[in-house]
């Protein structure tokens, strides 16, 4: 800082620069979150992450929300949290969203829907080839901790956790492929596809950014339950054996 003027140096407005794009990025990967829990992360005070909530806050970047109740902690106030906002996500995706778009309806126009979809899966063997040798390797109820971390890398700021109901599920809380998915949603229908193939259980994609929605967000079967629907019989076939049977 400046003691003069008070204004940042060119090095210091480049550090604030930076150290804001963390925090939209943790909040992009990790919203709602509170300040509190932005600030632990990143090691500022109360006082910094307030100065960057601002203003990102300023910049439609982010945007605020109350905690519900399984959020709060006492009967003190709710905490407010943040979470990203479409202008935000925006920031982060490529920019060749345009230049996409325009060659998928190239291969439309041309070639029809199914060469997209062939396309689709053609983009998503890459992630399948590199993972499929390992899932093999892997214990079961491991694989989409594996398949979450994989994706991260490629850019998807993915996690993964347990539901009530034994399965588990799979949330993308970035996709560098939005908003050409969004005109092409051949891309997430391979991508789930290849989801079922290497976790090698049922999985239903719920919700979608492509879709509008905030979080892509994947359910994944129990590999116990989907074992135990292939041992079972169905009911009708034994019903139509015993009156074969009893002719």
């Known amino acids: 800082m400046d003691t003069k003027n008070g204004d940042l140096k060119h090095g210091d407005i480049g550090a604030e620069r930076g150290t804001r794009a963390r925090v939209a990025r943790l909040i992009l990967e990790h919203g709602p979150v509170t300040a509190a829990a932005l600030g632990e992360r990143l090691g500022l005070?109360?006082?910094?992450?307030?100065?960057?909530?601002?203003?990102?806050?300023?910049?439609?970047?982010?945007?605020?929300?109350?905690?519900?109740?399984?959020?709060?902690?006492?009967?003190g106030r709710p905490a407010k949290m943040f979470t990203i906002t479409d202008a935000g996500r925006s920031a982060f995706v490529h920019a060749?969203?345009?230049?996409?778009?325009?060659?998928l309806r190239f291969l439309a126009e041309r070639m029809g829907g199914e060469a997209v979809s062939e396309f689709a899966r053609a983009q998503v063997s890459g992630l399948v080839g590199m993972l499929e040798a390992v899932m093999r390797e892997v214990p079961a109820e491991q694989r989409i901790?594996?398949?979450?971390?994989?994706?991260?890398?490629?850019g998807y700021a993915a996690s993964a956790s347990k539901t009530g109901s034994g399965g588990e599920q799979l949330c993308q809380h970035h996709c560098?492929?939005?908003?050409?998915?969004?005109?092409?949603?051949?891309?997430?229908?391979?991508?789930?596809?290849?989801?079922?193939?290497?976790?090698?259980?049922?999985?239903?994609?719920?919700?979608?950014?492509?879709?509008?929605?905030?979080?892509?967000?994947?359910?994944?079967?129990?590999?116990a339950l989907a074992e135990r629907r292939v041992r079972v019989p169905e009911p009708s076939t034994s019903i139509s054996t015993s009156k074969e049977s009893g002719r």
């Open 45 to 75: 005070t109360p006082a910094a992450v307030r100065r960057h909530l601002d203003a990102l806050l300023a910049d439609g970047m982010i945007e605020p929300r109350t905690a519900g109740p399984y959020g709060r902690r006492g009967r």
């Open 96 to 103: 060749y969203d345009d230049l996409a778009g325009s060659a």
């Open 145 to 154: 901790r594996v398949l979450a971390e994989a994706l991260s890398a490629e």
């Open 176 to 223: 560098p492929v939005a908003h050409v998915a969004a005109a092409f949603p051949q891309l997430c229908e391979a991508e789930t596809e290849a989801f079922a193939r290497l976790l090698g259980t049922p999985v239903q994609r719920l919700a979608t950014i492509a879709n509008g929605d905030g979080v892509c967000t994947t359910h994944v079967s129990s590999h």
